[in-house]
């Protein structure tokens, strides 16, 4: 699991910032979440094989969060992308996308999906046989969606050494891998624990952004390995925090806390901090395992 | 006349190209024309005033041309922007942006005026006291127009001698910039020759993107002092020309040739060309003074 932080920061993009965007690898799957401004630079940019991207999730429809999907849509049509693109995001996102393709006469290559999100509820978007992607409803100004993505166990591994030791045919691997035991020709029966190793445990990745303080997602994000909660404040702004409708550092710890997450990665900061290590600082007297997102950043789990 | 290309690349953006737009500064009025992907980064790299932009010309509405200009409108309110904004294009861009500012739910802090345009002819669609803009159509895949700076002329100079050797009256002295003569106490009429210099000459510039080659501006931007021409292709590429309803170096400098102008600066480069040095060589062998745009560049006239 990669997650390259194209962009972390609030409101306008500028000269060495970057408004929100982000991309997870993911089990082979590449999914993009949120477009500012510039996005589809910032992918070039970090070299990205950004045509590997079908499935884009977008959060909500504020600038700063989509306004460079439309220029990424158009990319891919005159790089003559064929492969079907799925896109999330709230009701309107289709109607906006449509309507400037259609007044600059362009159409795409490729099969174009949207999937309209209007839900209060927490609803699975997408689900294939390795990975499930939920969204997570938060408090914004407008409507606005966080997304929950996380693997699925894998196969058990198989224990060669037993496996020949007891002479099983080849045709019952499938069978044992899957958590089947298997019975000998003598008649005895050998236990799965016998034969395979636990999988990889699964991992999950909660993005968070833009919300105000809520509880409420807790039981969503509950023992997520690596949570991304926007904090656009420190606490000394906190009183910025309802009419804006965001979250100071301390308080996105404080979810992190709550939601026993194993990792809290801080993003979407306000332009008015010259530095954000501070974030980071506050955030830890609360979580330990604090970290801060920063254009070009790379997590790997 | 100050003319900063901010971007003359075709088709995506990528790191170190930027789609098209430029800001003129004419007569103290600060133009934007065109506003694709990453202009308000441009503006800002380049250390633009750009809160002093009260008009922007949108050409057409292809993606390179306009899918930076709601991220420029939003900044703008974000920043607290009061006076009036006016934009100028094709029928559209009105619906298109009033429906993003909805979906966000983000209203501007300044009047936005849009004045859509859908003549076939050449119309004025601003004017003052000290400037001029028409509209030049222009044929490419969608409806889309260049534009025509003219500054107006200015007042006569004064020539303070001999209006002081005549001891003209202080209160006729804007008749005389107005190029009235003046009748002495004596009977003697002085000819406004004698008490003023000429102003300086009133300049132009025509911005001409996109366009397939179309000897019908011709006779709209006659004698500019400079022009700006779309030069997609190198001619080597000239097949490419119909089909895009674009033109080649050769076909822009025909244009300057034919038109008079003083100076032809190239650009909306195809991103296929390693070095754009080749459109100027190109150019020359039919308009000697020809340049190219690049991005950063600064021309002063």
Redesign the interface.
């Known amino acids: 699991m990669t997650l390259t932080i194209l962009g972390c920061y609030a ?5 060495m910032t970057n408004p929100t965007a982000q991309l997870l690898e993911m089990k082979g799957r590449m999914f993009l979440i949120d477009c500012g ?2 996005t ?2 910032q992918l ?2 970090h070299k990205l094989k950004f045509s590997r991207i079908n499935h884009i999730f977008i959060s909500h ?3 700063d969060h989509f ?2 999907l ?2 990424l849509i ?2 891919f049509a ?2 003559g992308r064929k492969t079907d693109l799925h896109v999330y995001g ?1 009701k ?2 289709k ?2 996308t449509l ?2 393709l259609k ?4 159409w795409t290559s490729y099969n174009l999906y949207f999937h309209e999100l209007e839900s209060e509820e927490s609803v699975v978007v997408f689900e294939d046989d390795k990975v499930r992607v939920t969204t997570i409803p938060l408090r914004h ?2 409507y606005t969606n966080g997304y929950l993505f996380e693997e699925k166990a894998g196969e058990r591994k198989l224990n060669i050494e037993a496996v020949e030791n007891y002479e099983i045919d080849l045709c019952y691997y499938r069978k044992i891998k899957w958590g089947g035991d298997i019975t000998l020709d003598d008649g005895r029966t050998i236990p799965n624990e016998e034969l395979t190793f636990d999988p990889l445990p699964a991992k999950s990745y909660a993005f968070c952004s833009d919300t105000v303080y809520t509880e409420a997602i807790v039981p969503i994000i509950k023992n997520v390995d690596v949570l991304y909660h926007e904090s656009t404040f420190l606490e000394s702004e906190v009183q910025y925090c309802e009419k804006t409708m965001h979250c100071t550092a301390m308080q996105a710890a404080t979810i992190a806390k709550k939601a026993n997450a194993g990792q809290l990665i801080l993003g979407h900061f306000s332009t008015r901090y010259d530095s954000i290590e501070r974030f980071k600082t506050e955030a830890r007297t609360i979580f330990e395992n604090s970290e801060i997102a920063d254009d070009g950043k790379v997590f790997e789990f």
């Open positions: 409101a306008t993009p500028r000269t401004e510039g589809q630079v070039r940019k429809l504020h600038g306004y460079g439309i220029g158009s990319t005159l790089l709230p309107g996102i109607e906006i309507l400037q007044l600059s006469n362009s100004r407008v």
